[in-house]
């Protein structure tokens, strides 16, 4: 069953820093792009981050330019979202997806809270 399980959500203060994990299973994630989208309360789903299979390329939100960074590690199947600077905004449920189409899979979301 093919499967992409987050990690590392919390609560932390306005400036810290958490680091998302993705762990993929029953699929080998190194043919798919990765990316970390977020759903706040209200809105809709957004992109925040996305890395190409081989993770030569990245592309991130403006808004969050300068303080994530995503990483992979194939040998892993994992794909990370280092978060720094964290601001009240950045509040919300972060989602893993992985896509090579017309395959495209979602996880079950962590949530991250950032107090001001």
């Known amino acids: 069953q093919v499967q992409l399980v987050e990690s590392g959500g919390g609560l932390v203060q306005s400036g810290g820093s958490l680091r998302l994990s993705c762990a993929a299973s029953?699929?080998?994630?190194?043919?798919?792009?990765m990316s970390w989208y977020r759903q706040a309360p209200g809105k809709e789903r957004e992109l925040v981050a996305r890395i190409t299979n081989a993770g030569g390329s990245t592309n991130y939100a403006d808004s969050v330019k300068g303080r994530f960074t995503i990483s992979r590690d194939n040998a892993k199947n994992e794909v990370y979202l280092q978060m720094n600077s964290l601001k009240p905004e950045d509040t919300a449920v972060y989602y893993c997806?992985?896509?090579?189409?017309?395959?495209?899979?979602w996880g079950q979301g962590t949530q991250v809270t950032v107090s001001s």
């Open positions: 997806n992985a896509r090579n189409l017309p395959y495209n899979y």
């Open positions: 029953a699929f080998t994630s190194s043919r798919y792009a």
